[in-house]
């Protein structure tokens, strides 16, 4: 903005409540720009300190629009789909947008071009189909993405089918030793 290149914000997206992610947001609602967040990570915006997770940002934020799992909507000529992203945290949201031919996948923090982030388990990165990063693997196998965006990343990346395999089978493997470990289901 101090260049002059960007001259407004109509909107944030956030993916998750990590403070590297979130602690700019107030002085976004301040010039009244809308924050937008998954519904399952809203809550933990607006009250932070109700929660015990790493890294939090404790200055409460208003969310404009609280979005469902696969909801839609038109922004000028791009589709933007909202997804419930758990791969980092189970906290998280991903973002497609799709136009001009091709589709950008926001991912926050889950996925890099070296695979799954899902390293702290204070994050609450829970195993199993449909759960956590296999379910992040499935909403990148439905939607094929042309780029993914990690914010820590300094270029967009692109997984391939064999990729995806290869991800999902180290997961399940992991799920098979943790679950020798644990007495969980």
Not at 42 to 51: G, S, T, V, W
Not at 103 to 125: E, H, I, M, Q, W
Request: proline share 5%; glycine share 10%.
């Amino acid at each position: 903005k101090q260049e002059g290149t960007v001259k407004s914000v109509e909107g944030c997206w956030v993916t998750h409540y990590h403070d590297d992610h979130v602690d700019a947001l107030s002085g976004l609602t301040s010039r009244h720009c809308p924050i937008m967040a998954n519904a399952r990570m809203a809550e933990i915006l607006e009250y932070p300190l109700r929660y015990y997770l790493p890294c939090i940002a404790p200055t409460p934020v208003t969310v404009a629009r609280k979005t469902e799992d696969g909801a839609s909507w038109k922004w000028h000529e791009f589709t933007l789909t909202a997804f419930h992203f758990p791969g980092q945290t189970l906290y998280h949201g991903g973002l497609l947008v799709e136009g001009h031919g091709d589709k950008v996948f926001f991912a926050g923090d889950s996925g890099a071009p070296t695979g799954l982030d899902d390293y702290c388990a204070g994050n609450r990165t829970f195993l199993g189909a449909g759960r956590g990063s296999r379910r992040c693997l499935n909403i990148w196998r439905s939607t094929r993405p042309d780029y993914i965006i990690n914010e820590h990343q300094d270029k967009a990346f692109c997984v391939t089918g064999e990729q995806l395999d290869y991800m999902e089978q180290v997961l399940l493997e992991r799920e098979a030793l943790i679950k020798e470990m644990t007495p969980w289901d």
